[in-house]
Antibody, heavy 121, light 107 residues
């Protein structure tokens, strides 16, 4: 069974940094691209970033490019999101997500429960 | 960037009703479209991918259609557990984008 468990969220001041983690199990982690998707309180879904299975390819939404860095440690089955220069508009639940396999890395069949990031002074 | 627009933004229906939600892409995305269901406080659930392919485990009352710029999600006979918010998402090109959501509630 695929399981994705996020951690690392919390309250941070504007301009601050936070690193999110997503620990995966139930599949061969290194074979799959992984993504982060966020949802601001009461709002819709927003794709944030995707990383290839090897980690050699990374992709970002314009709103986070240059501030967020996605990475992975395939030996630890863990995905990361380093978030710097945080803004109030980054406040959201951040979820890691995995594609269904055999179709597209841009479709998200498996999701974690999410971790809340609140940016406020 | 490809903008995705859903309609309606909200809809009220009764158990047993047939409901259709529409999603329009600002440019041709072929069949690179997915549909998700989300209930309050829960992670989204993938329902449909490739515009019309039913994800494993999803009831057959859900169906998707369309190609190019216009897509629909149909629930043939609403069940109590179907009341939720539904999102479309284009998987054609970066940045991957979602529609704004359609809230389906009980009439």
């Amino acid at each position: 069974e695929v399981q994705l468990v996020e951690s690392g969220g919390g309250l941070v001041q504007p301009g601050g940094s936070l690193r999110l983690s997503c620990t995966a199990s139930g599949f061969t982690f290194s074979n799959y691209a992984m993504s982060w998707v966020r949802q601001a309180p009461g709002k819709g879904l927003q794709w944030v970033s995707t990383i290839s299975g090897s980690g050699g390819g990374t992709y970002y939404a314009d709103s986070v490019k240059g501030r967020f860095t996605i990475s992975r440690d395939n030996s630890k089955n863990t995905l990361y999101l380093q978030m710097n220069s945080l803004r109030a508009e980054d406040t959201a639940v951040y979820s890691c997500a995995k594609d269904p396999g055999g179709y597209s890395r841009a479709v998200f069949a498996y999701w974690g429960q999410g971790t809340l990031v609140t940016v406020s002074s | 960037d490809i903008q995705m627009t859903q309609s309606p933004s909200s809809v009220s229906a009764s158990v047993g009703d047939r409901v259709t939600i529409t999603c329009r892409a600002r440019q041709d995305i072929s069949n690179w479209l997915a549909w998700y269901q989300q209930k309050p406080g829960k992670a989204p659930r993938l329902l449909i991918y490739a515009a019309s392919s039913l994800q494993s485990g999803v009831p057959s009352r859900f169906s998707g259609s369309g190609s190019g710029t216009d897509f629909t999600l149909t629930i043939s006979s609403l069940q109590p557990e179907d009341f939720a918010t539904y999102y479309c998402q284009q998987a054609k090109s970066l940045p991957y984008s979602f529609g704004q959501g359609t809230k389906l509630d009980i009439k």
